[in-house]
T-cell receptor, first 115, second 114 residues
């Protein structure tokens, strides 16, 4: 079974609007970390934001926030005030304490910001 | 810190040739990962090391692929013999080893096998 599911292969958003990229995960481990990475067309993988399974508050990093709903096992990325430079592929990933060495990545969502 | 360093950045070779990709992880990181990314298959984990020891190589496609980590600051991924279907971007990443730590990716090596 897929441990990380990103159901949106592609998304469009108007510049300056907010957008939510979906991510659901599957684990029985009580301690885990959830991560979002950005891959622009230039190819590098850039870490954006992290949420720990025991964190009570949603993580925020500038215009990025993570809508963490533990009971629903979802960790959606919210990008506020989209910019043209946000156009990229976005990956959700998870690391579990029982297997902390290994990250499981989703298939990614391609976000296109329209001017 | 310089980040994760990979070389070469681009490699073009002919089918049947040996290819060696190199990676220098961030100092102090005890985990090192090799990934392959293609349009068809997405991002695939090939192998990862902990403290220079291979932990999981189940993602290595076949015996033509091998990886080594002789010390904490260097790793290689070798393909011998190379085939056109090996054409992909190969990423090396490193991290500290808990579920709370993000991975730091290198810039990738774009491999083309003709």
């Amino acid at each position: 079974a897929q441990k990380i599911t990103q159901t949106q292969p592609g998304m469009f958003v108007q510049e300056k609007e907010a957008v939510t990229l979906d991510c659901t995960y599957d684990t029985s481990d009580p301690s885990y970390g959830l991560f979002w990475y950005k891959q622009p067309s230039s190819g590098e993988m850039i870490f954006l934001i992290y949420q720990g399974s025991y964190d009570q508050q949603n993580a925020t990093e500038g215009r990025y926030s993570l809508n963490f709903q533990k009971a629903r096992k979802s960790a959606n990325l919210v990008i506020s005030a989209s910019q043209l430079g946000d156009s990229a592929m976005y990956f959700c990933a998870m690391r579990e304490s029982a297997n902390a060495g290994k990250s499981t990545f989703g298939d990614g969502t391609t976000l296109t910001v329209k001017p | 810190d310089a980040g994760v360093i990979q070389s070469p950045r681009h490699e073009v070779t002919e089918m049947g040739q040996e290819v060696t990709l190199r990676c220098k992880p961030i100092s102090g990181h005890d985990y090192l990962f090799w990934y392959r990314q293609t349009m068809m298959r997405g991002l695939e984990l090939l192998i990862y090391f902990n403290n220079n020891v291979p932990i999981d190589d189940s993602g290595m496609p076949e015996d033509r692929f091998s990886a080594k980590m002789p010390n904490a600051s260097f790793s290689t991924l070798k393909i011998q013999p190379s085939e056109p279907r090996d054409s992909a971007v190969y990423f090396c990443a490193s991290s500290r080893g808990t579920e709370h730590n993000e991975q730091f990716f290198g810039p990738g090596t774009r491999l083309t096998v003709l």
